[in-house]
């Protein structure tokens, strides 16, 4: 019998986030261009005589222990379709950031999935691992798929895109996350205040941009620069009005172009080369407008076995 399985899972940074009108179902479509990044977090399935969630790594007190976390829903989601008891042990190594627009808890529940899949032996089909993933939250799909992929619905139907090069990014990490669904809201709130409404019958379907989706296959870093566009980076600004100072610091610190990702609180700086990701990264340490620093490339692999 496996003694345990160990998968690896990537983190995101959403080069366009084309945000449509408020569903009466509580979501928005989307037009999600993701590109998975090279943070990963590690989760390690062992058996044991009831489901468990610990987590270790610097942030590991932010991360939730209890049926909330997106890798015990991924555990009794499988158990669940496969009529077995989710008893595992399910240890979470965390390096993406908590609750930071980078889809950490994402990663973990594609990541917890894979795992209870090969420990289980319950062969479910990609279909069918995908299935779940949509169940348990819009970014966990791509989690799974990695490389780089247009989302659309509310980001969980998948259209895998090509990339024609690697991008190099600095990543400024806040202090403390932002919610989600409160961003949203935010985002909501904006588009009323303005007087264009914010519902899907009030506001056109959003679309990928042709220029973006172009920049990604050709590998071209300066038209990709010129191309990123976020619709909830306004509400995280609003939310936080910190990131605008972030955003500033790593553009003067020579960052081709300054985005949110996601809905936040990371910042994302997409950077010429290695060596500008770091001159910027240090830029933005120096600058004191972010706790921690990350540098990274995309495309990164989706969610895998590594052990
Ligand atoms: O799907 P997920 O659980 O990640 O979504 C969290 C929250 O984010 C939703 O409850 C909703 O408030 C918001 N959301 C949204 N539209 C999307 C995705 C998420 O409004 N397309």
Redesign the pocket.
């Known amino acids: 019998m496996t003694a345990s399985v160990v998968v690896r899972a990537p983190a995101k940074v959403n080069v366009q986030l084309a ?1 449509g009108g ?2 009466p179902d ?5 037009a ?1 261009v993701f590109l998975a990044v090279g943070l990963h977090d590690e989760v390690t399935a062992t058996p044991a005589d009831r489901l468990r969630i610990t987590a270790s790594g610097p942030d590991a007190d932010q991360v939730p222990l209890d049926e909330t976390n997106l890798a015990a829903r991924a555990a009794l989601a499988l158990a669940a379709r496969r009529g077995v008891p989710a008893d595992v042990h399910l240890h979470i190594a965390k390096d993406i950031p908590v609750a930071g627009g980078m889809a950490g ?2 990663a973990d529940g594609a990541a917890a999935l894979l795992a209870c899949d090969a420990l289980w032996g319950t062969g479910a089909s990609r279909t069918e691992l995908l299935e779940i993933c949509a169940e ?5 799909p791509f989690s799974l798929v990695g490389g780089a992929a247009l989302g659309r ?4 139907l998948l259209e895998p895109l090509e990339t024609g090069g690697t991008f190099h990014w600095a990543f400024a990490v806040a202090d403390g996350g932002l919610s ?2 409160a ?3 935010e985002c909501d709130r904006l588009r009323e205040a303005s007087g264009h409404g914010c519902t899907a019958v009030e506001l056109p379907d959003p679309q990928p941009s042709p220029a973006l989706l172009d920049a990604l296959r050709t590998g071209d870093t300066g038209a990709l620069a010129g191309a990123l566009a976020n619709d909830l980076q306004a509400a995280a600004v609003s939310l936080r009005p910190s990131l605008a100072d972030t955003l500033r610091a790593g553009s003067t610190g020579g960052a081709l172009a300054a985005l949110v990702s996601g ?1 936040g609180p990371t910042c994302a700086f997409l950077a010429k080369d290695p060596e500008n990701a770091e001159a910027v990264a240090e830029a933005l340490l120096a600058s004191g407008t972010c706790r921690a620093v990350r540098v990274t490339s995309g495309p990164a692999p989706g969610a895998m076995v590594v052990g």
Not at 136 to 140: T, Y
């Open positions: 945000v408020l569903r509580g979501f928005h479509d989307l999600n808890g994402s348990l939250g819009s970014d966990v619905g509310r980001g969980e989600t669904p961003v949203y809201r809905s």
